[in-house]
Structure formats: C-alpha cells, structure tokens
Antibody, heavy 121, light 111 residues
Framework: EVQLAESGGGLVKPGESLRLSCEGSGFTFGTTWMSWVRQAPGKGLEWLGRAKSRIDGWATEYAAPVKGRFTISRDDSKNTLYLHMSSLKAEDTAMYYC????????????WGQGALVTVSS | QSALTQPASVSGSPGQSVTVSCSGGSSDIGSYNLVSWYQQYPGKVPKLIIYEVAKRPSGVSDRFSGSKTGNTASLTISGLQAVDEADYYCCSYADDTTPMVFGGGTKLTVL
C-alpha cells in the first residue's frame, strides 16, 4: 500500500522560510515522479511543482507563480521528497499535499494527508 | 484565476446523470490526452477518479466516465448517489510556463 507522510508544517511569519518533507513507502520511490499540490482554506487545488526520477535526471518543474521562491528536491536513499519555501507570504497559507505521479504519468494517483502551513505575523 | 474553467456548482437528483465540464485551450486540453479528475470530500484528501481523459483507476465505480471534445473535457456521473456529493477538480498537462494546471473545482450537490 502506498503511503505518503508529510511533515514540517506549522506557523511561520511573513518573509520566513520553511521546509516540508514527504516520506514515501509501499512503492518504488526512485522511479516515481513526485509532485507538491496545495490548497488554500476554502479554495481549489494548485499544482506547485514536481521532481522527476533519476532516469529523467532528477529534473524539476515549477508552477510559474512559485518559481524562484519554492525549491523541490528529493533524496531517493531516504525515500523522501522536500519542498523548500522561502519569502513566505500570507497567501501561501494552505494545506500542502505530496503526491505520486508514477513515471511520466501526468496525474496524481496517491496523496499524503497533507501538512498545514500558516503564514501570519 | 484557474487555467481551466469549471462551473462552480452542479446538481442532480438520485439516479440521474450529471456532467461537469472543464474548459481549457490549445496548449492544454486541446492538444494532450492528459486530463485527470479528482474527487474531494470536505476536509478529506483528493482522490484520483479519471486519468488520461477516460481511464478509471482500479476500484473506481464505472458510474464515473470521462471524455474530451476539442478544448473541453467532461466528467459524467451516472446513477447519482448521495455519496457522490463532493467537490470535483479537473487537471491537465499544459505546454506552458506551468506544466500542470487545475480547474477551479465544481461542487456537486445531490438533491
């Protein structure tokens, strides 16, 4: 059974940085593309970016609104995906989900329970 | 503003069929068969129900079906049941500055 466990969420002040982690199990992490998706309170889903697998050079892609401010990385030896967020704003307040994409799947087949990030002074 | 356009809400009575539309453009839905749909109950994690326009993951009811015409994708739910009351989101690959785009979501109410 695929399991994804996010951690690292919490309350931060505007302008601060935060790193979320997502540990995966029950699947071959190293060959799986991984994405981050967020959902602001009462709002819809927003794709943030993905980390491709080794065969694709561990390339990363980002949504235009967060490119340059958010960085996605992965450590296949630890089955862990990361999301480093900098210069956080109030509008970054959201539930952050880690998802699997299979390999070149372009859909999100498994989701973690999410990590809540609140940006407030 | 979402890149894909969905109606804010749709409704139907038990047993009826409802269709949720998802409108995009030539750089996303119109050019790629990479549309997926997600069901989300309040306070819960989204669940994949359709991928690659019309394929259903194992375990998803065959009452859910997907299709695409031009720049618009559709999710049809037949034989509506109370358990189908949820939010539904479409998503597509996009040959653009943001490679994956979601619709704004549609709230389905079962009357």
């Amino acid at each position: 059974e695929v399991q994804l466990a996010e951690s690292g969420g919490g309350l931060v002040k505007p302008g601060e940085s935060l790193r979320l982690s997502c540990e995966g199990s029950g699947f071959t992490f190293g060959t799986t593309w991984m994405s981050w998706v967020r959902q602001a309170p009462g709002k819809g889903l927003e794709w943030l970016g993905r980390a491709k697998s080794r065969i694709d050079g561990w390339a990363t892609e980002y949504a235009a609104p967060v490119k340059g401010r958010f960085t996605i990385s992965r450590d296949d030896s630890k089955n862990t995906l990361y999301l480093h967020m900098s210069s956080l704003k109030a509008e970054d307040t959201a539930m952050y989900y880690c998802t699997t994409e299979g390999w070149r799947a372009y859909y999100f087949d498994s989701w973690g329970q999410g990590a809540l990030v609140t940006v407030s002074s | 503003q979402s890149a894909l356009t969905q109606p804010a809400s749709v409704s139907g009575s038990p047993g009826q069929s409802v269709t949720v539309s998802c409108s995009g453009g030539s750089s996303d839905i119109g050019s790629y068969n990479l549309v997926s749909w997600y069901q989300q109950y309040p306070g819960k994690v989204p669940k994949l129900i359709i991928y690659e326009v019309a394929k259903r993951p194992s375990g998803v009811s065959d009452r859910f079906s997907g299709s695409k015409t031009g720049n618009t994708a559709s999710l049809t739910i037949s034989g509506l049941q109370a358990v189908d009351e949820a939010d539904y989101y479409c998503c597509s690959y996009a040959d653009d500055t943001t490679p994956m785009v979601f619709g704004g979501g549609t709230k389905l109410t079962v009357l």
